[in-house]
């Protein structure tokens, strides 16, 4: 099983609202990751935790904030975003950081600002 | 500046042949390089991927080559099919970052037609 769940799948909200992305596994692994995807560009990484501490955050404006409750979930908080902040946002998992490299892709939250 | 790039953004293959797509990398510190397939409105999945102790690695219809002097990378896809159609992204990271996980640096992805 290979699986991560993102939800919802879609996400709109004007610029004074507060929403929240949830990502899943059920994979055992232990470092997950936030990236956002703009149209016609590659996902750029936002944040890393790793055995559920931040371990990198991309220089992110406050407004998003991540969570990691258990190893198997992981959150983005949203509060006070900008137009410019509509993107495809995709969650990532990986098995022990120090043992493999392969990142295992959600289908991401299309999320739109107004 | 961009440390991964893929500099074909499409590429048009008759079904059958070999599809080849190429990447290029700057920083010295990847050491670890990956290769995803997108549909659209789906997330990356993961195809294939190479250590840099090796220069080829195969799965089925898919070998990545790796050559590290020329900070070059490709994917063959043989033989190509409909279902290959789809924007594939190449990916790196280092394993550098003492035992702790790290994000992974994407090339800005090419657009793969496979012709009937």
């Known amino acids: 099983d290979t699986e991560v769940t993102q939800t919802p799948k879609h996400l709109v909200m004007g610029m004074t609202n507060k929403k929240s992305l949830k990502c899943e596994q059920h994979?055992?692994?232990?470092?997950m990751y936030w990236y956002k995807q703009k149209a016609k560009k590659p996902p750029e990484l936002m944040f890393v935790y790793s055995y559920e501490k931040l371990s990198i955050n991309e220089s992110v404006p406050s407004r998003f904030s991540p969570e990691c409750p258990n190893s198997s979930l992981l959150n983005l908080h949203l509060h006070a975003l900008q137009p410019e902040d509509s993107a495809l946002y995709l969650c990532?998992?990986?098995?022990?950081?120090?043992?493999?490299?392969?990142?295992?892709f959600g289908p991401g939250t299309r999320l739109t600002v107004t | 500046d961009q440390q991964v790039k893929q500099n074909s953004p499409s590429l048009s293959v008759q079904e059958g042949r070999i599809s080849i797509l190429n990447c290029d990398y700057t920083n010295s510190m990847f050491d670890y390089f990956l290769w995803y397939k997108k549909y659209p409105a789906e997330g990356p999945t993961f195809l294939i991927s190479?250590?840099?102790?090796?220069d080829k690695n195969e799965d089925g219809r898919f070998t990545v080559f790796l050559n590290k002097s020329a900070k070059h990378l490709s994917l063959h896809i043989v033989p190509s099919q409909p279902g290959d159609s789809a924007v594939y992204f190449c990916?790196?990271?280092?394993?550098?970052?003492?035992?702790?996980?790290?994000?992974?640096?994407f090339g800005k992805g090419t657009h793969l037609i496979i012709q009937p």
């Open positions: 990916a790196a990271t280092s394993s550098s970052s003492g035992g702790g996980a790290d994000g992974l640096t």
């Open positions: 994979m055992g692994h232990r470092a």
């Open positions: 990532a998992s990986s098995q022990d950081p120090s043992l493999s490299y392969e990142q295992y």
């Open positions: 190479i250590s840099s102790i090796k």
